[in-house]
């Protein structure tokens, strides 16, 4: 769960094999997904998509930056 602008949003991040990636997923009070950031690991690049036209600023911003930091493989893990 995520506040911005006094609104409270859920995350969610997965799995999805069938498109070979990781995706995070912000959504609202009533559970409807509002936007998606998808990482592919097949073509080692990133997509966002937004379900909705008037989402606040910030949100995308705050969405952006976490899907960086949290879908994005880092080398040197030791694995």
Do not use: C
């Not at 506040?3 to 995070?24: A, F, K, N, P």
């Not at 609202?28 to 036209?53: I, P, Q």
């Amino acid at each position: 769960m995520i506040e911005i602008m006094g609104q409270s949003y859920g995350v969610t991040v997965g799995s999805d094999i069938q498109r070979d990636g990781m995706y995070l997923e912000v959504e609202d009070n009533a559970k409807a997904v509002l936007a998606e950031v998808f990482y592919s690991d097949g073509e080692n690049s990133m997509t966002f998509t937004s379900y909705r036209h008037d989402l606040p600023l910030p949100l995308v911003e705050w969405l952006i930056a976490y899907a960086k930091e949290r879908l994005t493989p880092t080398s040197g893990n030791g694995s």
